[in-house]
T-cell receptor, first 112, second 114 residues
Framework: GEDVEQSLFLSVREGDSSVINCTYT??????LYWYKQEPGAGLQLLTY?????DMKQDQRLTVLLNKKDKHLSLRIADTQTGDSAIYFC????????????FGKGTRLSVIA | DAGVIQSPRHEVTEMGQEVTLRCKPI?????LFWYRQTMMRGLELLIY????????DSGMPEDRFSAKMPNASFSTLKIQPSEPRDSAVYFC????????????FGPGTRLTVL
């Protein structure tokens, strides 16, 4: 079945870049997402990338996709304490009307 | 737009009681998803609807779980009888249902079954 893997923890210093990695198994994944979850809150969509793209940049966020290796990464430039949260990688073959398959989430801790 | 609305935000109940979780999707969205989040299993799909019709309920753990979507603006997830292992955060999400449309999540309902 489909599987999405992420490392569970990442700790960085304020001002440094954070890189969160994700691997997936479903070769039919068309849409890949990064969601952010702050304590006690729901999931906030950060960014997404289509499988025909290699890279997408959105302000401090850069998403890289290596479709051959089924590897996705999220880079956060100039990491701030407000970026401390759990980041979920998710994939879908269609997205709009099919479920997302999530990784277990990476807890990012930003040290001041 | 108010976003996806879920109620209650928190629910504490005793084992054996019936629990009903509610969700109002974003107006105009045609797909609705129920997910459950636990420490052990992460985020899992329970059931989803397209145009109010259940498409896949294979994630519903047992017959104690049921979900309905009587109209485009309302869905319920019911657990009867509830058990301590049902304790989790239950999220509802909705999307336009078109290819490439993104899913927007509600704030979740934190359920504790004693």
């Amino acid at each position: 079945g489909e599987d999405v893997e992420q490392s569970l923890f990442l700790s960085v210093r304020e001002g440094d870049s954070s890189v969160i990695n994700c691997t997936y198994t479903d070769s039919s994944s068309t849409y890949l997402y990064w969601y952010k979850q702050e304590p006690g809150a729901g999931l906030q969509l950060l960014t997404y990338i289509f499988s025909n793209m290699d890279m997408k940049q959105d302000q401090r966020l850069t998403v890289l996709l290596n479709k051959k290796d089924k590897h996705l990464s999220l880079r956060i430039a100039d990491t701030q304490t407000g970026d401390s949260a759990i980041y979920f990688c998710a994939e879908s073959s269609n997205s709009g009307n099919t479920p997302l398959v999530f990784g277990k989430g990476t807890r990012l801790s930003v040290i001041a | 737009d108010a976003g996806v609305i879920q109620s209650p935000r928190h629910e504490v109940t005793e084992m054996g009681q019936e629990v009903t979780l509610r969700c109002k999707p974003i107006s105009g969205h045609n797909s609705l998803f129920w997910y459950r989040q636990t420490m052990m299993r992460g985020l899992e799909l329970l059931i989803y609807f397209n145009n109010n019709v259940p498409i896949d309920d294979s994630g519903m753990p047992e017959d104690r779980f049921s979900a309905k979507m009587p109209n485009a603006s309302f869905s319920t997830l019911k657990i009867q009888p509830s058990e301590p292992r049902d304790s989790a955060v239950y999220f509802c999400a909705s999307s336009l249902g078109t290819s490439g449309s993104t899913q927007y999540f509600g704030p979740g309902t934190r359920l504790t079954v004693l």
